[in-house]
């Protein structure tokens, strides 16, 4: 997948120019509206010091780090969260790897080696549920001690709550969310539509011979949600056609009519012709229209997946736009 060019894997990648930056702590998977909060304070805040503004997060997900046998719950891959970052002002985005280094590393080594050591930064914007170092030992109060001995600002951001003032915004109830269909629910929790990126891959090319050709993606570590048809919105990430946005149906699931076993996003872009083997997709699903059915033969699944189309099409007709576009 295109790396985008303020994505950075190391502290060495890093040009000098990030030195004394003001960084965001977190891991930001989904970039909903409580971690765009954490950005924004940042944000004002290295503008108010003239101060370079990037974000740290870590790769992989320490969840995923300590428990690599749980089921995958990545909302956003990491050129994702580069782009939405890029998109709120954030000047970099640097990955850490979290490594058996990393997972042992002590909050106060975390603060000296990296925080000052290398990077020498200006100041600091975390949540207010922050934690960090070998055993979650780093709190924002200690963080806070740390930086007025050691010169840096620390900046945190209270728990942001949804319209019913008492529920925080969080990832964990976007990823239920998503489970349960509730596409635009999730959408409207993220500030922004649920996107599954990845290359188009070679498939059985079953669809081109009934007349609604797909392109065809591996789900990969991205979060399970609800198998079904959604109406979606695609854009083409890379290759000639780089920068098209299409309407379309796709289809998330395990293919049951025609024996699939892995779970694959399959794509059909309205109004399309074009070769999209290999290129990178963006797929935004936008609205759900019905749960993954096994049907009695082709036949019945040409007909289903034409009704489907025009189902899609009716929710574009109708003027639904992308949270994004909103």
């Known amino acids: 997948m295109t790396q985008p060019p303020n994505l950075y894997h190391s502290l060495d990648d890093l040009p000098p ?12 998977d989904g970039v909903h509206l409580g971690h765009q909060a954490v950005i924004e304070n940042a944000r004002a805040e290295a503008d108010a010091g003239n101060h370079p503004l990037g974000v740290m997060l ?6 995923q780090f300590f428990a690599p046998d749980a089921p995958a719950f990545r909302l956003t891959r990491l050129p994702t ?8 002002g954030v000047d970099f985005t640097l990955a850490l790897p979290f490594d058996t280094n990393m997972a042992n590393c002590t909050a106060d080594e975390f603060i000296d080696r990296i925080l000052i050591g290398a990077l020498n930064i200006s100041g600091v914007s975390i949540g207010h549920d922050f934690h960090f170092g070998k055993g979650r030992q780093g709190t924002p109060d200690m963080l806070q001690q740390r ?29 239920a969310l998503l489970r ?3 596409v635009r ?55 000639p056609l780089q920068g098209q946005v299409h309407n379309g149906v796709a289809n ?13 996003l399959e794509t059909h872009l309205f109004d399309f012709s074009g070769d999209l083997y290999d290129a990178e997709l963006g797929v935004a699903l936008t609205d759900f229209i019905r749960a993954e059915q096994k049907f009695d033969g082709i ?9 489907d189309s025009q189902a899609a099409r009716d929710i574009f007709a109708k003027g639904a736009k992308s949270v994004t576009q909103s």
């Open 17 to 28: 120019s990030a030195r004394g930056s003001l960084l965001a702590i977190g891991n930001f």
């Open 58 to 63: 870590f790769n992989p997900h320490p969840r």
């Open 81 to 88: 969260r580069a782009r939405l970052l890029a998109g709120l």
């Open 147 to 175: 930086g007025a001995a050691a010169g840096f600002d620390v900046f945190i951001t209270s728990a942001v709550v949804q319209a019913d003032g008492q529920t925080p915004y969080s990832s964990s109830a976007i990823r």
């Open 180 to 182: 349960d269909a509730k």
């Open 185 to 239: 629910e999730a959408a409207t929790l993220m500030g922004h539509d649920w996107i599954i990126e990845g290359t188009v891959q070679h498939g059985d090319k079953r669809g081109r011979t009934i007349g609604f050709p797909t392109a065809n993606m591996e789900l990969g570590d991205y979060l399970q949600p609800a198998f079904g048809v959604y109406a979606a919105r695609a854009e083409i990430l890379s290759g």
């Open 252 to 264: 998330l699931g395990l293919r049951p009519t025609v024996g699939g076993t892995a779970p694959r």
């Open 299 to 307: 036949d019945a699944l040409k007909a289903q997946i034409a009704r």
